[in-house]
């Protein structure tokens, strides 16, 4: 169903797409090492990538690197590696000879044991090891195993050097590919430094597949369809108005569908009631933001309201905060950009979520 809430996981219920799946499929069928999804938030990266694995015909393992953030507050290495070998045994598991062949690769590592489709670990595990036992069995298998982190960017909030281990088997593991999404784009390209002479991964080439927002025909074919599916036909300027104000956002456009095809809500109060919830989403998001510093609120609120300068943005900030000086300013913009909260072209700033710039319009901040 088109207006399932969840993340898409069956090509069935993913509206289009198609392009990207093909360009996935392809850099995986040449062997790429790295394959990058990325967009802002709400864009359909998750759903993509679920349906990308699962249509690739080669084992994998996805971490949802987010969850595991926000659960423990850091991305242990013991725990990315139960995931990952939890989540590949499982895509393996209908596969008889190739599971055993993967259990017994597996049971060769010290200290390993797999019992059923989990694994213990009788002491600290060592992830690039396993690493190279995944690739070696993909190899031997004539497969690749591709091992997927969605919302990658936060790999980089741990003591751990994962984008060292990226490289290791970028550059040495030929049986794994790496599929990385982030809706934080600056911050992932920051995190893996592919341009940065500095980073393990300077050099390397990366597939990039960048999600776009449906186009109007494609949003207004999105509802028309998903309430087909429901058997419900709201009227042409209930769509007309839907579609205008959520700005080719599937994940607004889904939830939009939702409530007013499935909760069946007449059009006004599926509108009130998804502006509710997404204030409450948006809230949760920009709340670790806004504890590092209230003025990533203050900024933001300013370019909703319509400032769209460098100058005028900052303005508005001192007016609210007091002084703040031009380096630390232009910082906080930057790092905004890296967030995708803000967009830049040209010489103007602007938020690229219709849906966010009206919520943090309304957004009570306290001062100081
Ligand atoms: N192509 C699609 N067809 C139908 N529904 C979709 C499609 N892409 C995304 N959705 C829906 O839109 C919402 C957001 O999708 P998803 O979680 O995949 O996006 P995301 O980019 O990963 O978001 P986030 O940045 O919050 O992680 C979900 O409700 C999902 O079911
Ligand atoms: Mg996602």
């Given at each position: 169903m088109l207006f399932?809430?969840?993340?898409?996981?069956?090509?069935?219920?993913?509206?289009?797409?198609?392009?990207?799946?093909?360009?996935?499929?392809?850099?995986?069928?040449?062997?790429?090492?790295?394959?990058?999804?990325?967009?802002?938030?709400?864009?359909?990266?998750?759903?993509?990538?679920?349906?990308?694995?699962?249509?690739?015909?080669?084992?994998?393992?996805?971490?949802?690197?987010?969850?595991?953030?926000?659960?423990?507050?850091?991305?242990?290495?013991?725990?990315?590696?139960?995931?990952?070998?939890?989540?590949?045994?499982?895509?393996?598991?209908?596969?008889?000879?190739?599971?055993?062949?993967?259990e017994k690769v597996l049971s060769s590592i010290r200290g390993l044991r797999v019992s059923g489709l989990s694994v213990e670990f009788e002491r600290k595990p060592d992830l690039a090891e396993i690493l190279e036992k995944i690739s070696s069995w993909a190899e031997n298998e004539n497969l690749r195993a591709i091992i997927a982190f969605d919302e990658a960017q936060y790999l980089r909030l741990s003591g751990i050097r994962y984008d060292g281990l990226i490289a290791y088997g970028v550059d040495s593991l030929p049986g794994i590919t790496f599929a990385l999404t982030g809706s934080e784009?600056?911050?992932?390209?920051?995190?893996?430094?592919?341009?940065?002479?500095?980073?393990?991964?300077?050099?390397?080439?990366?597939?990039?597949?960048?999600?776009?927002?449906?186009?109007?025909?494609?949003?207004?074919?999105?509802?028309?369809?998903?309430?087909?599916?429901?058997?419900?036909?709201?009227?042409?300027?209930?769509?007309?108005d839907a579609v205008g104000r959520f700005d080719g956002i599937v994940g607004w456009l889904t939830m939009y569908g939702y409530l007013r095809g499935v909760r069946k809500l007449p059009h006004a109060q599926a509108m009130d009631e998804l502006f509710n919830m997404a204030e409450k989403l948006i809230r949760g998001e920009l709340s670790s933001l806004i504890r590092n510093s209230r003025r990533y609120g203050v900024i933001l609120k300013a370019v909703a309201m319509g400032n769209v300068r460098w100058s005028t943005i900052k303005e508005y900030v001192e007016f609210k905060m007091g002084p703040v000086n031009d380096a630390k300013f232009s910082v906080l913009l930057k790092n905004l950009l890296k967030y995708g909260y803000l967009e830049k072209k040209g010489n103007e700033y602007s938020i690229p979520d219709p849906v966010v710039k009206e919520v943090v319009k309304n957004l009570q901040l306290t001062p100081r």
């Amino acid at each position: 169903m088109l207006f399932d809430l969840r993340p898409k996981t069956k090509r069935a219920d993913l509206y289009d797409r198609e392009k990207e799946l093909r360009e996935f499929q392809s850099a995986v069928n040449l062997g790429e090492d790295l394959i990058l999804l990325l967009g802002i938030r709400r864009l359909g990266k998750s759903s993509l990538l679920n349906v990308a694995l699962a249509e690739s015909g080669f084992p994998y393992a996805k971490i949802d690197v987010r969850s595991l953030y926000f659960t423990h507050g850091s991305i242990p290495q013991g725990i990315l590696a139960r995931k990952i070998l939890d989540s590949l045994l499982a895509t393996v598991s209908g596969r008889k000879s190739l599971r055993l062949k993967l259990e017994k690769v597996l049971s060769s590592i010290r200290g390993l044991r797999v019992s059923g489709l989990s694994v213990e670990f009788e002491r600290k595990p060592d992830l690039a090891e396993i690493l190279e036992k995944i690739s070696s069995w993909a190899e031997n298998e004539n497969l690749r195993a591709i091992i997927a982190f969605d919302e990658a960017q936060y790999l980089r909030l741990s003591g751990i050097r994962y984008d060292g281990l990226i490289a290791y088997g970028v550059d040495s593991l030929p049986g794994i590919t790496f599929a990385l999404t982030g809706s934080e784009v600056g911050m992932l390209h920051d995190f893996l430094g592919l341009e940065d002479p500095k980073k393990p991964l300077f050099g390397r080439y990366a597939r990039e597949i960048v999600l776009q927002r449906f186009r109007r025909e494609e949003s207004m074919d999105f509802l028309r369809r998903g309430f087909e599916e429901v058997g419900i036909k709201p009227s042409r300027q209930e769509i007309g108005d839907a579609v205008g104000r959520f700005d080719g956002i599937v994940g607004w456009l889904t939830m939009y569908g939702y409530l007013r095809g499935v909760r069946k809500l007449p059009h006004a109060q599926a509108m009130d009631e998804l502006f509710n919830m997404a204030e409450k989403l948006i809230r949760g998001e920009l709340s670790s933001l806004i504890r590092n510093s209230r003025r990533y609120g203050v900024i933001l609120k300013a370019v909703a309201m319509g400032n769209v300068r460098w100058s005028t943005i900052k303005e508005y900030v001192e007016f609210k905060m007091g002084p703040v000086n031009d380096a630390k300013f232009s910082v906080l913009l930057k790092n905004l950009l890296k967030y995708g909260y803000l967009e830049k072209k040209g010489n103007e700033y602007s938020i690229p979520d219709p849906v966010v710039k009206e919520v943090v319009k309304n957004l009570q901040l306290t001062p100081r």
